[in-house]
């Protein structure tokens, strides 16, 4: 089983839309929690931690769920530039970080 | 931003060569990882550096060999590759090593094994 589960898409969205994603972690004691962008052939790049009382930055929501073991990003008012694959980021034990495959979400005008 | 830097940004080697790649970053971190990036595969940690000390190695082949001379400097040594190691290769740090701590990218090194 794998420790980081991701839809891999593509979410395909109209401009302005609301769009959700989910992510699955096998570890119930896992300790902390990360959304990452990654534009095509780019490195990925920190979009927002997530904490256990959920966070908000702008447009962006992450969400925390311990009993189910998921966490979920969700993006308002979306725009072209959102456009990217959306990584799910798992800190499972002191050192060991878990990577899911990636969401791509493509945003259309 | 030249928070994380890596040289070179590409590289193609034959499987007798040997290379190296660098990495430099310039945050004032203490923790500095190698990962690999296949085509359609999830990230996969490979060597974690806390204080230029190895903390962990994820059952990496031999045939990768990491040095950190300083918390600011990571090498990956290449020798004798395989075509399956062709890859993108990411340098990342973070303020400390373990959970919590929001882990930043360098651009990678696209190798590719001939």
């Known amino acids: 089983r794998k420790e980081v589960e991701q839809d891999p898409g593509p979410f395909n969205v109209p401009e302005g839309a609301t769009v959700a994603f989910n992510c699955t972690y096998s570890?119930?004691?896992?300790?902390?929690f990360f959304w990452y962008r990654q534009d095509c052939r780019k490195e990925p790049k920190l979009l927002m931690s997530v904490y256990s009382s959920g966070n908000e930055d702008g447009r962006f929501t992450a969400q925390l769920n311990r009993a189910s073991q998921y966490i979920s990003l969700l993006i308002r008012d979306s725009k072209l530039s959102d456009s990217a694959t959306y990584l799910c980021v798992v800190n499972a034990d002191f050192n060991k970080f878990y990577f899911g495959s990636g969401t791509k979400l493509n945003v259309k005008p | 931003e030249t928070g994380v830097t890596q040289t070179p940004r590409h590289l193609v080697m034959g499987m007798t060569n040997k290379k190296s790649l660098k990495c430099e970053q310039h945050?004032?971190?203490?923790?500095m990882y190698w990962y690999k990036q296949s085509a359609k595969k999830p990230l996969e940690l490979m060597f974690v550096?806390?204080?230029?000390?190895?903390?962990e190695n994820n059952s990496v082949p031999s045939r990768f060999s990491p040095e950190c001379p300083n918390s600011s400097h990571l090498f990956l040594h290449l020798h004798t590759l395989q075509p399956e190691d062709s890859a993108l290769y990411l340098c990342a740090s973070s303020r400390n090593q373990g959970a919590g701590y929001e882990q930043y990218f360098g651009p990678g090194t696209r190798l590719t094994v001939t």
């Open positions: 945050l004032g971190h203490n923790a």
């Open positions: 570890n119930s004691a896992s300790q902390s």
């Open positions: 550096y806390s204080l230029e000390e190895r903390v």
